[in-house]
């Protein structure tokens, strides 16, 4: 058992299923567990194989460079990126000289090369009608889940059998009535009612954290459906959705499934399980999905299904702004290392993120920060996550110019636009680009002819969302599996101030949303994370939501009404709301039942015994072990669906009692 082989530590071949995995892993448990004799060296051994070879990309990761990511992650990282540097291609369309090769064989016919691009084959127009639609949004043509999923195409609704319905629920939420300047729209309300049901392809989420970001304060200040009345626009199907108002805050955040529509476990995209972790997709034309709030209920398409604890929550909550610094440097100015890069706003998180990564990549960064008074701390700050210069950005040029000396980056990051940009075009060698993520300005860099005829300088626009929608959920994924590897590593740090909704007032509030551009009295400026929850909470919650759902519909599966249904004469009584007060801690399941199947007995379902059993999983301590780990609970609801217990309202109570909070 000393191999350091994953396959071998679990029996398995290289080429094993999921299910295959799993079943080695049980087989391994029943004999090497330490509550069955085994020792706790080898037994960690082969929870850490399992760990890596239960998760596709790890087991990718471990395949490929047969490390089991735990280390080296900083020197996988640079190469990939140097792999994908040496292997670009420059990007174009048709060879004009191929094309006139190809028209001069078509027999030498006269007017050949001119009538060529006329006459498509029917594989050929199809390919260019597709090519022509993409960011267009969708054409012509629907599925059944975009008409029930969207409002768009009239009031076609899912038939009941797919809702779940809610106890009463409240949540503290930062809303608007209006739209406007965030700081003075905003506001904190302590009992935001939530939805009397899940409609068909929801989830309800419990939210740990989310980030302040421009695109949340844009989306607050205005209605961006009056871009569908202008071109280019107005020339597609991609439209930006309507908010209707009054409206819950937040476009980015992290959050834990608590509830589902009965249909989402079961969908072919987008399914997602009670606590799963997920991450909002960046979309850029639909609604705020509203996470500025402890709970919210948002579409599964609008999610993103990540391993739990990938990285820190804060982490997390930036996420977007991790991707973002990820996507600058991999997809513009061909960087190698050696080259120069630089980027203003580099103190907030996504220039936080540029700084390491260039320094992972041997690139030089040249940063800029507001001149004030914090300075000089924000200046020590990059310079020990890596920074090679850390300059003053203000609007004296020359000062600007001699302070850069002999240094021309070949690319310019840019979150300010306007005069900021423009001075930072100045700095580049010829042919640089200059790539705009954010424009907190409020108006584009404009770059002068000599710098665009003579030095062909480019100006570029970067979208996050747009590269998710073009590049597909599963590439933005791993994206983030890369980056939490990287993080995981501790090669990958974000400086935030966290702003618990517990502790918010007005002024408060005012204070978390301008302090990415205004530093407290001696301190930094920084994006603010707004604590919403925590894990514990949210098993807590899901918990007691599960008690309230069955004493209102049963152990079974629920009937499809809504609050206003009668309630069963046994259940009269109005069941009390989810709140954070629960009753007295339960003893351990193994000290209240012997063995697995005393438990289904006392939950009225011994139909089950005889599948625990066969599974060899009748000791509780095994069970309790199982639940334990960071995504125990998640493991063992998948284990009871494997071993045939389809009714979720069974799964859900059985993994309760095991935990000990029913």
Same mark, same amino acid.
């Given at each position: 058992m000393? #191999?350091?082989d994953?396959?071998?530590?679990? *029996?398995?071949?290289?080429?094993?299923?999921?299910?295959?995995i799993?079943?080695a892993y049980?087989d391994?448990a029943?004999q090497?567990?330490?509550?069955?004799g085994?020792?706790?060296?080898v037994?960690?051994?082969i929870?850490?194989?399992?760990d890596?070879?239960?998760?596709?990309?790890?087991?990718?990761t471990?395949?490929?460079?047969?490390?089991?990511? =735990?280390?080296?992650?900083?020197?996988?990282?640079?190469? /990939? +990126?140097?792999?994908?540097?040496e292997?670009s291609?420059?990007k174009?369309g048709?060879?004009?000289v191929?094309?006139?090769a190809?028209?001069?064989q078509?027999?030498?016919?006269?007017?050949? %090369?001119?009538?060529?691009?006329?006459?498509?084959?029917h594989a050929?127009?199809?390919?260019?009608?597709?090519?022509? $639609?993409?960011g267009?949004?969708k054409?012509n043509?629907y599925n059944?889940?975009?008409?029930?999923r969207?409002?768009?195409?009239?009031?076609?609704?899912?038939?009941?059998?797919? #809702? $779940?319905p809610l106890?009463?629920?409240?949540a503290?939420?930062?809303?608007?009535?209006?739209?406007g300047?965030?700081?003075e729209?905003?506001?904190?309300?302590?009992?935001?009612a939530?939805?009397?049901?899940?409609?068909?392809?929801?989830v309800?989420?419990?939210?740990?954290?989310?980030?302040?970001?421009?695109?949340?304060? %844009?989306?607050v200040q205005?209605?961006l459906?009056?871009?569908?009345? +202008?071109?280019?626009?107005?020339?597609?199907n991609?439209k930006?959705?309507?908010?209707?108002?009054?409206a819950t805050?937040?476009?980015?955040?992290?959050?834990?499934v608590?509830?589902?529509?009965?249909?989402v476990?079961?969908?072919?995209?987008?399914?997602?399980?009670?606590k799963d972790?997920?991450v909002?997709?960046?979309?850029?034309r639909?609604?705020?999905?509203?996470c500025? =709030?402890?709970m919210?209920?948002v579409? =599964? #398409?609008m999610?993103?299904?990540?391993p739990a604890?990938?990285?820190?929550? #804060?982490?997390l909550?930036?996420?977007?702004?991790?991707c973002?610094?990820?996507?600058?440097l991999?997809?513009? *100015?061909?960087?190698?290392?050696?080259?120069?890069?630089?980027?203003?706003?580099?103190?907030?998180?996504?220039g $936080?993120?540029?700084?390491?990564l260039?320094?992972m990549?041997?690139?030089?960064?040249?940063?800029?920060?507001p001149?004030?008074?914090? +300075?000089?701390k924000?200046k020590? $700050?990059?310079v020990e996550l890596?920074a090679s210069?850390?300059?003053?950005?203000?609007?004296?040029?020359g000062?600007?110019v001699?302070?850069l000396?002999q240094?021309m980056?070949?690319?310019a990051?840019?979150a300010l *636009?306007?005069?900021?940009?423009k001075?930072?075009?100045?700095?580049?060698?010829p042919?640089?680009?200059?790539v705009?993520?954010?424009?907190?300005s409020g =108006?584009?860099?404009?770059?002068?002819?000599?710098?665009l005829?003579?030095?062909?300088? /480019?100006?570029?626009?970067?979208? %996050?969302?747009q590269?998710?929608d073009?590049?597909?959920v599963d590439?933005?994924?791993e994206?983030?599996?890369?980056?939490g590897?990287?993080?995981?590593a501790?090669s990958?740090q974000l400086?935030t101030r966290?702003?618990?909704? /517990?502790s918010?007032?007005?002024?408060?509030?005012a204070e978390?949303l301008?302090a990415?551009?205004v530093?407290?009295?001696?301190g930094?400026r920084?994006r603010?994370v707004?604590?919403l929850?925590?894990?514990?909470?949210?098993?807590?919650?899901?918990?007691?939501?599960q008690?309230n759902i069955r004493a209102?519909y049963g152990?079974?599966?629920p009937?499809?009404?809504g609050?206003g249904?009668?309630?069963p004469?046994a259940?009269?009584?109005?069941p009390?709301?989810?709140?954070?007060?629960l009753?007295a801690?339960r003893?351990?399941?193994?000290?209240?039942?012997?063995d697995?199947?005393?438990?289904?007995?006392?939950l009225?379902l /011994?139909?089950?015994?005889?599948?625990f059993e066969?599974?060899?999983?009748?000791?509780?301590?095994?069970?309790?072990?199982?639940?334990?780990?960071g995504?125990?609970e998640?493991?063992l609801m998948d284990a009871?669906?494997e071993?045939?217990i389809?009714?979720m309202?069974h799964?859900?109570?059985?993994?309760g009692a095991v935990?000990?909070?029913l």
């Amino acid at each position: 058992m000393e #191999s350091r082989d994953l396959y071998a530590l679990l *029996g398995v071949s290289r080429t094993a299923t999921s299910d295959e995995i799993r079943n080695a892993y049980r087989d391994c448990a029943m004999q090497h567990h330490p509550d069955r004799g085994g020792e706790a060296k080898v037994w960690a051994s082969i929870q850490h194989a399992y760990d890596t070879l239960s998760e596709p990309q790890r087991r990718a990761t471990y395949d490929r460079t047969k490390q089991d990511g =735990s280390a080296g992650a900083e020197k996988q990282f640079g190469q /990939s +990126f140097a792999d994908k540097s040496e292997g670009s291609a420059k990007k174009g369309g048709l060879s004009i000289v191929q094309q006139i090769a190809e028209a001069k064989q078509e027999g030498g016919k006269a007017g050949a %090369l001119a009538t060529a691009g006329y006459d498509l084959s029917h594989a050929q127009g199809f390919d260019a009608w597709v090519r022509n $639609q993409k960011g267009l949004g969708k054409h012509n043509f629907y599925n059944a889940e975009d008409l029930l999923r969207s409002g768009k195409y009239g009031n076609i609704e899912a038939t009941g059998t797919t #809702s $779940q319905p809610l106890p009463p629920l409240s949540a503290s939420a930062i809303r608007f009535d209006a739209h406007g300047p965030a700081e003075e729209v905003l506001y904190v309300e302590r009992e935001c009612a939530m939805p009397e049901k899940l409609g068909h392809g929801e989830v309800l989420v419990h939210m740990l954290a989310a980030c302040v970001t421009d695109e949340d304060l %844009l989306r607050v200040q205005t209605p961006l459906t009056v871009l569908n009345n +202008f071109p280019p626009f107005n020339r597609t199907n991609n439209k930006w959705e309507e908010v209707p108002l009054p409206a819950t805050a937040g476009v980015e955040g992290v959050g834990i499934v608590i509830a589902t529509a009965k249909n989402v476990p079961l969908l072919k995209e987008h399914a997602l399980e009670v606590k799963d972790w997920v991450v909002v997709r960046p979309e850029a034309r639909r609604k705020p999905v509203g996470c500025w =709030s402890t709970m919210c209920v948002v579409d =599964s #398409s609008m999610l993103v299904k990540v391993p739990a604890h990938l990285m820190p929550v #804060s982490h997390l909550a930036c996420s977007r702004s991790l991707c973002t610094a990820y996507r600058l440097l991999e997809d513009f *100015g061909g960087l190698r290392p050696g080259d120069t890069i630089i980027q203003n706003a580099a103190d907030l998180p996504v220039g $936080q993120a540029v700084v390491q990564l260039c320094h992972m990549l041997k690139i030089r960064s040249i940063n800029l920060v507001p001149d004030d008074a914090s +300075f000089d701390k924000v200046k020590a $700050q990059l310079v020990e996550l890596g920074a090679s210069h850390v300059l003053r950005d203000n609007g004296r040029l020359g000062e600007f110019v001699e302070a850069l000396g002999q240094m021309m980056p070949r690319l310019a990051i840019d979150a300010l *636009g306007g005069e900021a940009g423009k001075r930072m075009s100045v700095a580049l060698r010829p042919g640089g680009q200059l790539v705009m993520y954010s424009l907190q300005s409020g =108006s584009v860099p404009v770059i002068t002819p000599s710098l665009l005829m003579y030095q062909q300088i /480019s100006l570029h626009g970067f979208s %996050l969302p747009q590269w998710v929608d073009e590049n597909g959920v599963d590439a933005y994924r791993e994206m983030l599996d890369t980056i939490g590897e990287l993080v995981k590593a501790g090669s990958l740090q974000l400086a935030t101030r966290d702003v618990h909704i /517990s502790s918010l007032d007005g002024a408060k509030l005012a204070e978390a949303l301008s302090a990415h551009r205004v530093p407290l009295p001696g301190g930094v400026r920084a994006r603010s994370v707004l604590v919403l929850g925590d894990e514990a909470t949210a098993s807590e919650v899901y918990f007691e939501l599960q008690a309230n759902i069955r004493a209102l519909y049963g152990a079974d599966e629920p009937a499809a009404a809504g609050h206003g249904a009668a309630a069963p004469a046994a259940t009269a009584a109005a069941p009390r709301p989810v709140a954070a007060s629960l009753s007295a801690q339960r003893p351990r399941a193994s000290e209240r039942w012997a063995d697995a199947a005393a438990m289904l007995a006392d939950l009225s379902l /011994s139909q089950y015994a005889s599948a625990f059993e066969e599974e060899e999983m009748t000791s509780m301590e095994l069970l309790e072990d199982i639940v334990s780990r960071g995504d125990g609970e998640k493991e063992l609801m998948d284990a009871l669906k494997e071993m045939g217990i389809k009714k979720m309202g069974h799964r859900q109570a059985i993994v309760g009692a095991v935990v000990g909070k029913l």
